[in-house]
């Protein structure tokens, strides 16, 4: 089983839907992040969570919202899909009690298409 | 702020050869951490290869290998007997040392690995 589990894989909706994307893992970190990737842009930063009750933006949050429900589960909220969120989505996590210099581990990807 | 960049949209290498990735990043830190992740066609995030800044002494991972050079802001990634599977985007990215652990990326390179 995957460590860091995105639902769903992929996701074709249309413009103005609620939509929410869910993380969970099983790593026990306490840091997990979501980054979204376009195409010649690479990955960007969404939001970030640091633990349950620390939760931040990271340089592109406008249009997105983001709950962190236990440590193990960070999902990420389009209220109103727009066709420019159209995106690959990706969860990530870390471990800030493993020293400093650890990698972040990313799930699978959410393919969000919006019509 | 801090920003990578990756100058070569697409690379091609053959089988068995080498190649090299480019990756430039500014920073006005002394001390950070540089990462190269891999994303094959099924579209994880792999790490392939990690550096810390205040070490000298490129990493080396297998046949992946770094040209590490602080003074010029240098991050190259030398992938020696290719092979098919090596075929992926791969991601420079920089993390600082302290603070929050956020990852920003490059924009990537495709590269394809021909027989």
């Known amino acids: 089983d995957a460590d860091v589990t995105q639902t769903p894989r992929n996701r074709i909706t249309k413009t103005g839907k609620r939509i929410m994307l869910e993380c969970s893992q099983t790593?026990?970190?306490?840091?997990m992040y979501w980054y979204r990737q376009d195409p010649g842009l690479g990955l960007r930063l969404i939001y970030y969570?640091?633990?349950?009750?620390?939760?931040n933006k990271g340089e592109i949050s406008d249009g997105y919202s983001v709950s962190r429900q236990a440590q193990a589960k960070f999902s990420l909220s389009l209220e109103s899909a727009i066709p420019n969120q159209t995106a690959l989505y990706f969860c990530?996590?870390?471990?800030?009690?493993?020293?400093?210099?650890?990698?972040?581990?990313f799930g699978d990807g959410t393919r969000l298409s919006i019509l | 702020a801090q920003t990578v960049t990756q100058s070569q949209p697409e690379m091609s290498v053959q089988e068995a050869e080498t190649v090299t990735l480019s990756c430039t990043y500014d920073?006005?830190?002394?001390?950070?951490?540089l990462f190269w992740y891999k994303q094959p066609p099924s579209r994880q995030m792999i790490l392939v290869i990690r550096?810390?800044?205040?070490?000298?002494q490129n990493a080396t991972e297998n046949r992946f290998s770094v040209n590490f050079q602080k003074a010029a802001k240098s991050f190259s990634l030398k992938i020696s007997d290719s092979q098919l599977g090596d075929a992926a985007m791969y991601f420079c990215?920089?993390?600082?040392?302290?603070?929050?652990?956020?990852?920003?990326f490059g924009t990537g390179t495709r590269l394809q690995v021909f027989p």
């Open positions: 550096q810390e800044a205040y070490k000298q």
């Open positions: 920073t006005s830190e002394s001390d950070y951490y």
């Open positions: 969570s640091f633990d349950v009750k620390d939760i």
């Open positions: 990215a920089y993390r600082r040392l302290r603070g929050t652990d956020k990852l920003i």
């Open positions: 790593k026990g970190h306490d840091r």
């Open positions: 990530a996590t870390s471990d800030s009690l493993a020293g400093s210099g650890q990698p972040q581990h």
